[in-house]
């Protein structure tokens, strides 16, 4: 049963109760709701994140979504709950680039089924890195109705709501001021349907109390249609009287001057927008100056070792060289055991061959900066020793594609030989990043005991994980952020002693779920002071970030302070990785490279024909 009414007009309290009693009696609509219900049970005991959130840890990225099957956890939100609430839209075309962006989408969707945020913060959360999912928010507000049924109204258009509001005598834009201080116009998409909602909500308990928020939400779409769902020929639209058209005509003119009065209270609010816009321009362009006269220095450092390359470049040109007469040698070699061959021929073949690896391995080296090992040999090669003291680097690239062996190897190197490991983990739990590093020492908790590993937990507190390790400070709130500096603190004290005989190594893992809650402005202003601290100390730190999650005009802000970049990629059939900044190194090109369970094994990257 449904009913029709103009698309602006208020309603009567008592005219609404009369027919939502009449809508609540016809069997049709009750069965509706159950079934609505019903949906919201079969949804939440196939995805219960909100009462097991330790359960996101280990879905897939098939679980999500896979375009040949149609029970995945989209199309369970999307289309088989249905009948609660509707999003209006083709969202199968943006459910991909979740999948693409997993770790971010799951530490997301980590918040919004958290008890202790509010509905707001949840909806404001920067849902646009993933492409679709921005705009009004309407993914993020039907997840919200689904593991929140009983405080969550499944209307998730903002104009739906607003319409209902107006049509239920609902006053929200003098209530926006009251309870948050600021102007309807000004709210964000998450303010202002936390404060509809809870006028809808208000209403429901006072007028139909024991409603199912489903069936109050199926009703007042039967009253008053959203654009897509009302009926295109005015036959269902009952004929108004002169009367209702005047009153009509009235609430229309209410409606106008109340959206004239908004937008002149928005234009103003822009002006003064504009001015201090223009002061932070200002404040940018001289950031932007600073930035430029570091790049000069930088340059004009290059230009004084130009020499050195060169000499350096004479002596490559000699080794390789070398390198093509030893070619040729095991070449003929190869030639003369096809026709006859012999244990003896074998073994010269083997020595060639163990001489070019050590050939490689024994390039000129650069000065004498001094280096520590980075826990793989072939990368110590490639940069000449290993990295730079004092360097602050990023790992970039897709997940699992080798980006955290390379951490762990680092890691489990510095361990070896005494030296302190801070822990900065925004994306992981300690407990998973213990097993991750037992496959690189075998006696990793043996180090912890010692109080050689420091952790600083961002993440598992996000996700109700309440373990508590002596050798861990954890981060209560994820909004938090500046406490990460004052934690490190904290750390380098409980270690000073190991730390002024050994110096210590840190990895910022990842600096790119920072995005969940965070603009990049947020995240550099975290990051600059925290860098050149690391790099005053003389530490070595790793930064992962992920690729897709954060733009490429993002990682270029946060390189402005790194000393360098680790690239990986893949073609899809092969992996590669290149160097950028940090020391010299023997090539800058792509490297391709085999990642196991514990180690990367990398290609010959002195002459690119050699594999």
């Not at 809508?23 to 709701?33: F, G, L, M, P, R």
């Not at 762990?408 to 302190?420: D, M, N, R, T």
């Amino acid at each position: 049963m449904k009913y029709h009414v103009n698309y602006r007009s208020r309603m009567d309290s008592k005219e609404i109760v009369a027919r939502a009693l009449e809508y609540a009696s016809v069997k049709e609509n009750i069965q509706a709701d159950g079934a609505a219900q019903q949906q919201i049970r079969d949804f939440r005991n196939r995805y219960p994140f909100k009462e097991k959130p330790e359960l996101l840890r280990s879905i897939a990225p098939n679980d999500l979504y896979d375009s040949s099957a149609d029970d995945r956890f989209f199309d369970w939100m999307e289309r088989r709950t249905g009948m609660v609430g509707t999003l209006f839209g083709h969202h199968a075309a943006v459910f991909p680039e979740a999948v693409k962006r997993m770790d971010f989408f799951k530490v997301i969707l980590t918040v919004l089924v958290s008890d202790k945020k509010s509905i707001s913060f949840k909806i404001d959360q920067n849902w646009g890195v993933i492409p679709g999912f921005g705009g009004d928010k309407l993914i993020a507000k039907k997840l919200l109705a689904l593991y929140y049924e009983e405080s969550v109204m499944p209307v998730f258009r903002t104009e739906d709501l607003e319409r209902f509001s107006y049509m239920l005598g609902i006053d929200y834009r003098n209530r926006a001021p009251q309870h948050f201080r600021k102007d309807y116009s000004l709210l964000s998409t998450g303010l202002k349907f936390e404060l509809l909602n809870a006028g809808l909500m208000r209403f429901k308990s006072t007028h139909l109390d024991g409603w199912t928020n489903t069936m109050f939400a199926a009703f007042l779409n039967g009253v008053s249609p959203s654009r897509e769902s009302r009926p295109e020929t005015p036959a269902a639209v009952p004929k108004e009287s002169t009367a209702e058209k005047q009153a009509e005509i009235a609430a229309q003119r209410e409606l106008d001057e109340a959206r004239l009065k908004e937008a002149e209270d928005a234009l103003a609010e822009a002006r003064e927008s504009i001015g201090a816009r223009e002061a932070k321009l200002k404040q940018l362009e001289e950031q932007l100056r600073l930035m430029e006269e570091e790049v000069k220095k930088g340059s004009e450092r290059l230009q004084s070792t130009t020499a050195a390359q060169q000499e350096t470049e004479r002596k490559i040109e000699a080794l390789a060289r070398q390198l093509k007469e030893k070619e040729d040698r095991i070449k003929s070699l190869e030639s003369e055991l096809s026709r006859q061959p012999d244990e003896a021929g074998v073994r010269e073949i083997d020595f060639a061959e163990a001489g070019i690896q050590m050939f490689e391995g024994t390039m000129p080296s650069e000065g004498t900066e001094e280096k520590i090992k980075t826990g793989t040999q072939r990368l110590d090669d490639l940069l000449r020793g290993g990295f730079p003291v004092g360097s602050q680097m990023i790992v970039y690239g897709p997940s699992f594609i080798g980006k955290e062996i390379v951490m762990g190897a680092f890691a489990a190197q510095g361990l070896s030989e005494g030296i302190p490991l801070i822990w900065v983990t925004t994306d992981r739990t300690i407990d998973e990043i213990h097993e991750e590093m037992s496959h690189f020492a075998g006696n990793y908790g043996d180090y912890e005991k010692q109080g050689l590993v420091q952790y600083i937990d961002a993440y598992s507190r996000i996700v109700g994980d309440s373990t508590v390790s002596d050798n861990a400070r954890y981060l209560e709130d994820s909004a938090d952020i500046e406490s990460i500096s004052s934690l490190i603190e904290d750390a380098l004290a409980a270690i000073s002693d190991r730390v002024a005989d050994k110096g210590y190594r840190l990895i910022f893992r990842s600096i790119s779920s920072l995005s969940a809650n965070f603009d990049i402005k947020n995240i550099f202003a975290l990051l600059r002071p925290f860098v050149a601290r690391i790099r005053k100390d003389a530490a070595v730190a790793i930064y992962s970030i992920e690729r897709g999650i954060m733009s490429e005009q993002d990682l270029q802000i946060i390189s402005t302070i790194m000393d360098g970049v680790m690239e990986f990629s893949t073609d899809g059939r092969n992996n590669f990785l290149s160097v950028q900044g940090i020391c010299e190194t023997q090539t800058r090109d792509k490297i391709q490279y085999t990642a196991g369970k514990n180690a990367l094994n990398i290609g010959s990257f002195t002459l690119g024909r050699i594999k």
